[in-house]
């Protein structure tokens, strides 16, 4: 396999290079030239040699020719602060020509720091096609070659390049490549500057409809840390005689002083909304594809409309366990949406994990979003334990299960989820 | 992809490769049709899924040409010849889509059109523009190159340079690009001149080796199947059709040459020579050796030669040939004809009469018998009572021990140990094929001291319903002796005459369709070399299906009713616009130097905030006189006009000073 790699690597080196560097007439040309030459092997033949010499002679004239010159552009970007996987992002490059004279007719594309580690939607490849797909996916989006408007001398010029992130995650620029035709119009001379960058890829979302379930607030044991008291919340509901026990910053200073004993405020407990969003990250054995499919489908359901009492523990087990929570101020959605971008599968962490996480988890439920990557008996002990503790449970299955999912659990796949996540409430 | 050249550049090139191939009577049309498309006012409305079955019906013209070129290559190889005339052929098969391009409301396919897998796609890629001037000029530019004649780069240099200059990067004065582009055009004549002498030089160094590629039919040596293991097959083509007098009620054998020597398997003719022949007549008559006395009959047999040569296959007794249109002939003195410079398909008449004998008499070689056979074929001359007898009844025993005691068979299996893979046959098997018979009767007939010789050709006997002709395939290729009898020589088969049984039980069951695509091949051979068969007349069915389906397409294009006349810009795009001759463009081409072009969609106003020129009064006015003229439906007055060219011309004074 790994000369076959090798192979696929070559050719790709090669067309991409060819690609940067021929202008539309120098690669017509070329194939002219490519042709000519397997009719003009024969010289007494026809003339066609005579055309491959021809052509032959103005490239290497061209080749020289995209020698000279110096080059006085330097750029930077200027980036968001996000992308989103399959939407073209639109962003400004700031060009400042350094030179005496304009520069015309350039091109500039972006050259990526390839992110070897990250799981390819598809492990297995056996076509340049499929090679080719899973090294852009690696990559994070496609390096087209983007026109840049005419640069006057020593002036600053925007121009705008367009991107289309192919996966989520960091995308890591490294440099920025200009291309510059020589006189003949053949051939560009490539030019790196070498300007690193990065980019955070959300996850591809749907819309969802807004979360309503019928199962209301949920009292939180020990309360919610710096949640804002909206609702039922840790209100203050009266004055009572010191107890033995009481913290000292709930006494109440002033009728302490008036009535010359301690009296303490008293707070109601806190019933909050709390939804949670379950994502099965325990792929053994499932394409990566799958898990791909259901982070896009948690980001479309963290994203979704829950009303502003609501908060939303995003729970999945990735190098250990994790809740993350949103809403009440406590975060923002961006955040779950940055986490979720990160997101790995395990491989290392027993499923019981997850069902740990949510024991802790699953009193403070009003109801649960799962995303799960499969059906079996432990998803379905997982369930159950939801249900014992009466939190109303949505679950969707992404990709096809091993065995025929309960009544009222959801399947999606990649090209469905989209149709399932919009009628996901009913 | 959406490079156009300039005006002119496409019709030149396009009377360069007509001049070149001769077809410039078909390129000047051709030419006008392109360069007057911007010309005429009328444009077809086609749709999308039009311009894809345009590059579908250009994929049909494509299929043909191949079909065609590859039917004359079976005809008459190499394929590269052919291969060359399909890139002569290559503007004459872009021209339809280039057409319809240039004439038709979208101006440019896309990418998509090209590929059915990307006709549906959403990707990018199927949806890039794609005009095919430039690789139609290219394409132009190649097909001129595929005929030998001289001076090609005196036109083809001036054409590309003329596309290079015109297609020149803006930042580049044209000066530059010219020099380069004749650099070019200087440096390519004395290397494309060294390149075809380095070719020579190498031709001379390696002629030898060249040579040891080329060895075809040889009329000097036959290598029989002798000794070989396993099953003779061949294939059901048909190679040749013959048409006979009636009351000439067949089988023919049609011999195409005759050997003289065995050794190890093989049939060779020593001692031979090529006489050239001379055409008589209208020049496709050829005379072999003068009229006998007696009476004649005549065969018409219809051949493929393979590059334009080969050997003819001709009945015993033949003596004149009619119709047959080769540039040489040559007959060597064992009888075998030789055609060279000939067209793909020879259609001749065989005149042949029993005492016409075109074969040498018998010499000493006629007699010979292999040494390593010899003992064995000495011994079964003499308890066949071959030895001493006249030559008739040697003959008759000959046909009479051959066919008496072996069988047909196409089952070869390996010689016997010790023994030859004739003594094989002789003492063993007794089982063999017609080379097997032909050799053993020679060899045995020669060991009883009759002179004979073996003799290679075909049996003719199957008839064609559906040709309506006697048809020999290559299974029906044939061996025989032949044996010197009453001062002449006949032909003595004494192969079983079942053996055509055999061969025709390898039959497989698509043979009738093989048989009907043979036909066909054979009608159009005959429609390709119809000046060699003189056969005319059959190219009108072509003419008019071709007529046709002009026809067809013409009234489908016609009965749309598509034809329109657009306008051939955007109202408010072109050089009549509104305010298209605002003097306030000076000013923003004054700002565009300085801080570069207001880019493609940003509004006038937009722009000249974020270029910080919004905070001159002057400017403010100008550019809002400038939007009214260009934007208001009641437009600028005259007087406004009047101002605003004043305005701009102090603005552009004031820069000026400034500078």
Redesign the interface.
């Known amino acids: 396999m790994r000369p076959l790699l090798r192979l696929y690597r070559g050719v790709h080196r090669l067309s991409h290079g060819l690609r940067q560097r021929l202008t539309?007439?120098g690669g017509?040309?070329l194939?002219?030239w490519v042709?000519?030459g397997a009719?003009?092997v024969?010289?007494?033949?026809?003339?066609?040699?005579?055309?491959?010499?021809?052509?032959?002679?103005?490239f290497a004239?061209a080749l020289l020719?995209s020698r000279f010159g110096r080059w006085p552009v330097t750029a930077r970007r200027a980036l968001p602060r996000y992308a989103t996987v399959g939407q073209a992002l639109r962003y400004r490059l700031h060009l400042h020509n350094h030179g005496a004279t304009?520069?015309?007719?350039l091109v500039v594309s972006d050259e990526w720091r390839e992110a070897p580690l990250f799981p390819a939607p598809s492990a297995r490849f056996s076509t340049y096609r499929q090679w080719r797909r899973q090294a852009a996916w690696a990559r994070g989006a496609n390096g087209a070659m983007h026109p840049v408007?005419?640069?006057?001398p020593d002036?600053v010029?925007?121009a705008?390049l367009t991107l289309t992130p192919l996966r989520r995650g960091w995308l890591e620029f490294a440099a920025l490549r200009f291309g510059?035709?020589?006189?003949?119009?053949?051939l560009r001379r490539l030019f790196r500057q070498p300007l690193a960058d990065r980019l955070l890829a959300l996850p591809r979302r749907y819309p969802v409809p807004p979360l309503r379930f019928h199962d209301g607030r949920r009292y939180q044991r020990g309360g919610v840390n710096l949640a804002q008291p909206v609702g039922e919340a840790d209100e203050f509901v009266g004055l009572r005689d010191y107890r033995p026990g009481d913290p000292p910053r709930r006494i109440h200073w002033r009728s302490f002083a008036k009535r010359g004993e301690p009296v303490v405020k008293e707070f109601q407990d806190e019933f909050f909304v709390r939804y949670g969003l379950l994502l099965d990250s325990f792929t053994a054995g499932a394409d990566p594809l799958r898990f791909e499919t259901a982070v896009s489908a948690a980001a479309s359901v963290a994203t979704a409309e829950r009303g502003p009492e609501a908060l939303l523990d995003l729970l999945f087990v990735g190098e250990r366990a994790y809740c993350f929570t949103a809403g009440r101020g406590l975060g923002q959605t961006a955040q779950l949406l940055e986490i979720l971008a990160c997101v790995t599968p395990d491989r290392t962490q027993p499923f019981s994990t997850l069902l740990a996480l949510l024991a802790d988890h699953a009193a403070g439920l009003s109801a649960c979003v799962c995303i799960l990557l499969d059906w079996d008996a432990e998803r379905r002990q997982l369930l159950n334990l939801l249900r014992g503790q009466g939190v109303e449970t949505m679950a969707l299955v992404v990709g096809p299960p091993s065995m025929p999912p309960e009544p009222g659990i959801r399947v999606a796949t990649a090209d469905t989820l989209a149709a399932e996540l919009a009628r996901l409430m009913p | 992809?959406?490079?156009t050249p300039p005006p002119g550049l496409l019709a030149a090139t396009l009377l360069f490769w007509g001049w070149r191939i001769g077809l410039w009577p078909l390129a000047l049309p051709m030419a006008l049709v392109l360069e007057l498309a911007p010309r005429v006012g009328w444009r077809w409305a086609l749709e999308d899924r039009e311009l894809a079955r345009a590059i579908d019906l250009s994929t049909l013209l494509w299929v043909g040409a191949l079909i065609l070129l590859f039917t004359r290559y079976l005809n008459q190889p190499p394929l590269?010849t052919h291969?060359?005339t399909l890139?002569g052929w290559l503007p004459l098969l872009l021209f339809p889509p280039l057409a319809l391009q240039r004439y038709s409301t979208a101006g440019a396919f896309r990418v998509g059109h090209l590929f059915h897998s990307l006709r549906r796609s959403d990707r990018e890629l199927a949806r890039q523009p794609l005009k095919l001037d430039?690789?139609y000029l290219?394409a132009c530019?190649?097909a001129?190159?595929?005929?030998?004649?001289?001076n090609?780069?005196s036109g083809?240099?001036p054409l590309?340079l003329w596309?290079?200059a015109a297609?020149?990067?803006?930042?580049?004065r044209w000066p530059?690009?010219a020099t380069?582009?004749i650099?070019?055009?200087l440096?390519?004549f004395p290397?494309?001149l060294g390149?075809?002498r380095l070719?020579l030089t190498l031709e001379d160094h390696f002629t030898e080796w060249f040579e040891g590629w080329f060895i075809e039919v040889d009329p000097y040596r036959s290598r029989t199947a002798l000794g070989d293991i396993g099953e003779l097959k061949q294939s059901g083509r048909v190679v040749l059709r013959l048409k006979a007098a009636p009351g000439d009620p067949g089988p023919w054998l049609l011999r195409d040459a005759s050997y003289n020597s065995y050794f190890d398997g093989a049939w060779q003719a020593r001692n031979t020579r090529f006489t050239r022949l001379d055409p008589a007549g209208d020049g496709r008559e050829w005379i072999l050796i003068a009229r006998p006395d007696g009476p004649s009959r005549r065969l018409a047999i219809a051949l493929e030669l393979r590059r334009g040569a080969g050997m003819l296959p001709l009945p015993a007794g033949a003596w004149r040939l009619e119709r047959l249109a080769v540039g040489e002939l040559q007959l060597n003195n064992l009888g075998a004809l030789e055609a060279r410079e000939g067209p793909g398909l020879v259609e001749y008449q065989v005149s042949h009469a029993p005492a016409a004998e075109r074969d040498a008499p018998p010499a000493e070689l006629d007699l010979a018998v292999p040494r390593r056979e010899q003992a064995t074929l000495q011994r079964l001359a003499l308890e066949l009572g071959l030895v001493g007898a006249a030559p008739a009844t040697a003959v008759a025993k000959v046909r009479a021990f051959l066919l008496g005691q072996f069988r047909y068979s196409l089952d070869l299996s390996a010689p016997a140990e010790g023994l030859t893979a004739l003594e094989t046959f002789l003492l063993r098997t007794h089982a063999g094929h017609c080379e097997y018979f032909a050799s053993a009767a020679v060899l045995l007939l020669r060991a009883a001291g009759v002179p004979a010789r073996y003799a290679t050709g075909f049996s003719v006997s199957e008839y064609s319903p559906l040709e309506g002709t006697y048809i020999a395939r290559r299974r029906h290729a044939h061996a025989w002796a032949l044996v010197w009898l009453d001062g002449r020589w006949q032909d003595f088969d004494a192969t079983p005459p079942d053996w055509t049984g055999f061969e025709d039980a390898q039959m497989p069951w698509w043979q009738g369709l093989g048989d009907l695509w043979s036909w066909l091949n054979h009608r159009f051979s005959r429609w390709r070399w119809r000046e060699a068969t003189a056969d005319d007349g059959d190219n009108r069915g072509w003419w008019g299906l071709a007529g046709l389906l002009a026809a067809i397409l013409s009234w489908r294009l016609l009965r749309r009713r598509r034809i329109c006349r657009p306008p051939l810009g955007l109202k408010g795009s072109g050089p009549d616009r509104p305010g298209a001759t605002s003097p306030f463009y000076r000013v923003m081409d004054t700002l565009?130097?300085?801080?570069?072009?207001r880019?493609p969609g940003e509004p006038l106003e937009t722009w000249l905030r974020r270029i910080g020129a919004w905070n001159a009064p002057d400017l403010v006015e100008m550019a809002r006189w400038h939007q009214r003229w260009r934007f208001d439906p009641a437009g600028l007055g005259k007087e406004e006009q009047q101002r605003l060219a004043e305005s701009v011309a102090v603005w552009l004074a004031t820069q000026d000073a400034s500078r």
């Open positions: 539309p007439s017509w040309l194939g002219a042709i000519a009719f003009g024969n010289t007494r033949v026809g003339m066609t040699y005579q055309l491959f010499v021809l052509l032959a002679v103005a004239v020719a304009a520069q015309r007719d408007p005419d640069l006057p002036a010029t925007e705008e510059r035709p020589e006189p003949l119009g053949l | 992809m959406t490079l590269a291969l060359y890139v430039t690789p290219i530019l190649l001129a190159s595929v005929t030998p004649q001289a090609y780069l083809a240099s590309l596309m290079l297609t020149r990067p803006r930042r580049y530059l690009t380069l582009a650099a070019v055009g440096a390519a290397l494309g390149l075809h070719q565009a130097t300085r801080v570069g072009a880019p």
